[in-house]
């Protein structure tokens, strides 16, 4: 089963920052947070991941608490092509075993 | 464009026929994924390559999968007597190495009427 709870949809108004939000309770000190996106009919997009501290690239910023129990992936302006599923994701950076645990993920629907 | 190709993005098959996917890694990547995908659900986790040897196979394939990767460098799926259990999105992805961010390719979407 999937380590994180996500909501099942969102709505954001176009250029409005999207905050999808993640639980992850119970996440151990060696697993990382991965974000990844699904367009229709594509495959998942990586988008950002990180371990403790804050991170940001050019497509989001990934907000983790300071208890690693949740996080927040942000798209600071959305626009329409920011449509598509975004799944959360824990990943240990020990085991041998490195296959994806997929849930459901969240459904961001961006409104014109 | 991750750079991990698919082929074909398409195929429709007769329940019964067997059918092959081929998955292109981005290049060196040392690691190779495939995963099935139903509608609604999120992708799962089918098998890996390590290089050219399988490491671990999901219960999820049945002895009518099979997957090689020869050379260490492409990687197909066969499935053998389709079912139309088996009408799924099928997405290869590579790393580089354990542990390493995974990039995904376009999928093939497999039709079995």
């Known amino acids: 089963d999937a380590k994180t709870t996500q909501p099942p949809s969102m709505d954001c108004a176009e250029g409005r920052a999207a905050n999808l939000p993640c639980n992850h309770s119970?996440?151990?000190?060696?697993?990382?947070v991965y974000w990844y996106r699904q367009i229709h009919s594509q495959g998942p997009q990586y988008i950002i991941h990180?371990?403790?501290n804050n991170e940001t690239n050019e497509m989001a910023s990934l907000i983790i608490t300071e208890d690693r129990k949740s996080s927040t992936l942000i798209l600071p302006h959305a626009t329409l092509r920011d449509t598509a599923v975004y799944y959360c994701?824990?990943?240990?950076?020990?085991?041998?075993?490195?296959?994806?645990?997929f849930g459901k993920g969240t459904r961001l629907h961006i409104l014109p | 464009d991750t750079g991990v190709s698919q082929d074909p993005r398409h195929k429709i098959t007769k329940r019964g026929q067997n059918v092959t996917f081929r998955c292109d890694p981005i290049?060196?990547?040392?690691?190779l994924y495939w995963y099935r995908q139903t509608l609604g659900q999120g992708p799962e986790f089918l098998t890996y390559?390590?290089?050219?040897?399988?490491?671990?196979k999901s219960r999820l394939l049945s002895d009518r999968f099979s997957a090689e990767r020869p050379k260490g460098s492409f990687s197909t799926l066969e499935i053998q007597r389709t079912e139309q259990g088996d009408s799924a999105m099928y997405l290869c992805?590579?790393?580089?190495?354990?542990?390493?961010?995974?990039?995904f390719g376009p999928g093939t979407r497999l039709t079995v009427l």
């Open positions: 992805a590579s790393s580089l190495h354990i542990r390493d961010t995974q990039y």
């Open positions: 119970t996440i151990s000190g060696n697993e990382y």
């Open positions: 990180g371990l403790k």
């Open positions: 994701i824990v990943r240990s950076t020990m085991n041998r075993d490195d296959k994806i645990i």
């Open positions: 290049s060196e990547h040392n690691r």
């Open positions: 390559f390590q290089n050219e040897a399988q490491l671990e």
